[in-house]
Structure formats: C-alpha cells, structure tokens
Nanobody
Framework: QVKLVESGGGLVQPGESLRLSCVASGFTFNIYAMSWYRQAPEKERELVATMSSGSGTVTYADSIKGRFAISRDDAKNTVHLQMNSLKPEDTAVYYC????????????WGQGTQVTVSS
C-alpha cells in the first residue's frame, strides 16, 4: 500500500523554525513530483512548495518565499520542508503530496502533521 507519513510538526513561537519530514513507501518515489500543502481551519488547502522528480524544478508559494525550503532524498524516499521565521499565519496542518505528472490518477496524500505558531 502507498504510504506518506509526515512528522516534525509541533508548537513553536513566532520566529522559530521547524523541519517537516515525509517518508514514502509503496511507489517509485524518484519519478514522482513531491509537494507540501497546508490547510488552516476554515480555509482551503493551499500549495506551499513543490519539487519535481529529479529536483529540476522548485516552486514556492509567495507567502513563504525566502522562509521555507523543500528538499528531497530519493535514496531515502523522503521529502523535507525546512520552515524558518515562522509566523502565526503559518499555523495549519501540513500535508505531503506525491504526483506523477504524466499519469493524472497517480496522486497520493499523507495524513498531515500539525504546525502551530503561537506566542
């Protein structure tokens, strides 16, 4: 079975950092684009960052540019999201996503990890 398991969330104060991890299994990780999404209460899920297979293309949401960085380690089937200078508005459940762009049905989601930024 396909699994994406996020970890690394927690409660931090504004200005602090967190590093999220997502460990994948059950599919050929290296040929999938990997993304982080987030969803705050009463808001729609939004794309935070994407890294293509082969790490050739990286995209960030404007709201986090300069603060977050996505990376992947295909040897470990893992994608990370380094989050620095966290703001209260970053509070959300963060989800790991895998998508094979050439096959629209190949889209997988993790269960999410909670990030709370509060004084």
């Amino acid at each position: 079975q396909v699994k994406l398991v996020e970890s690394g969330g927690g409660l931090v104060q504004p200005g602090e950092s967190l590093r999220l991890s997502c460990v994948a299994s059950g599919f050929t990780f290296n040929i999938y684009a990997m993304s982080w999404y987030r969803q705050a209460p009463e808001k729609e899920r939004e794309l935070v960052a994407t890294m293509s297979s082969g790490s050739g293309t990286v995209t960030y949401a404007d709201s986090i540019k300069g603060r977050f960085a996505i990376s992947r380690d295909d040897a470990k089937n893992t994608v990370h999201l380094q989050m620095n200078s966290l703001k209260p508005e970053d509070t959300a459940v963060y989800y790991c996503n895998a998508q094979r762009r050439s096959v629209p049905t190949r889209i997988y989601w993790g269960q999410g990890t909670q990030v709370t930024v509060s004084s």
